[in-house]
């Protein structure tokens, strides 16, 4: 089951898109919500894996609402402003549904969810070999030994990865979310800075105010989720007189 949100701050508009949500069986209805800042605490304190979305609301609008997600879920625009659809793209929403809607758009919206969703939580295409400093990884219709002492950092593109590789001319793609991926490396050496990267502890040079500087060329943010346990770290090796 999906577990998701349904937020809007007109109350008939609500009342509908939860109707929708309850038709469509793999979807679970967590919470209707008449503000994204209602929405923000239940994200906060619950797992959530999809949210259904006006754009146009009081106090934080929708878009603005998922910019601030560290960890965004799956995201549905509702909204009745065509002009906002690129803007929803911007920020990698699945669809984006133009009101007034009927069942049938949503649940094709909703189809589009559950793929992304069987993508993020299939079977990982990441095996570690027992005793040995790699993985294997699945990219290109072939299986690649990648060293993990030679990974700088890791890049989220959507549903794909982007590895780098100390070891290799250019980076590895592979169709595998950040959650398996993060899963399947070991927590002394990796850690997750932000929800679209993560690093190799021992490759940093330099920390610079938000960012961590893993080359010349690289410098990575530091999201404020995971800013307390990376903070914690670089206390915990901190060198002082």
Avoid: W
């Avoid at 209602?38 to 609008?61: C, R, S, T, V, Y």
């Avoid at 509702?78 to 690129?86: H, K, L, M």
């Amino acid at each position: 089951m999906i577990r998701c949100l349904a937020i809007d701050d007109e109350p008939l508009a609500l009342k509908q898109l939860v109707a929708y949500i309850k038709k469509v069986p793999f979807l679970n209805l967590v919470k209707a919500c008449s503000s994204a800042l209602e929405a923000d605490g239940i994200i906060k304190e619950e797992h959530i894996d999809a949210i259904f979305i006006d754009i146009n609301m009081p106090d934080l609008n929708g878009l603005e609402f998922v910019k601030t997600l560290d960890n965004p879920p799956l995201i549905v625009f509702t909204t009745a402003y065509s002009n906002y659809a690129i803007e929803g793209y911007k920020v990698d929403a699945v669809d984006y549904l133009l009101k007034p809607f009927g069942l049938e758009e949503f649940k094709a919206a909703a189809e589009k969810v559950k793929q992304r969703f069987d993508i993020i939580n299939r079977p990982t295409d990441v095996a570690l070999i027992p005793d040995d400093d790699a993985i294997f990884l699945k990219t290109d219709y072939k299986i690649v030994r990648v060293s993990l002492s030679d990974i700088r950092y890791i890049e989220a593109m959507s549903e794909y990865l982007r590895i780098y590789s100390d070891a290799l001319p250019r980076p590895i793609v592979v169709l595998l979310s950040m959650k398996k991926m993060e899963e399947r490396l070991p927590t002394n050496t990796f850690m997750r800075i932000h929800r679209s990267y993560i690093i190799n502890l021992k490759k940093i040079l330099e920390v610079n105010r938000n960012h961590v500087v893993m080359s010349s060329e690289v410098s990575l943010p530091i999201g404020d989720l995971y800013k307390d346990t990376f903070n914690n770290y670089i206390a915990s090796k901190f060198l002082t007189r």
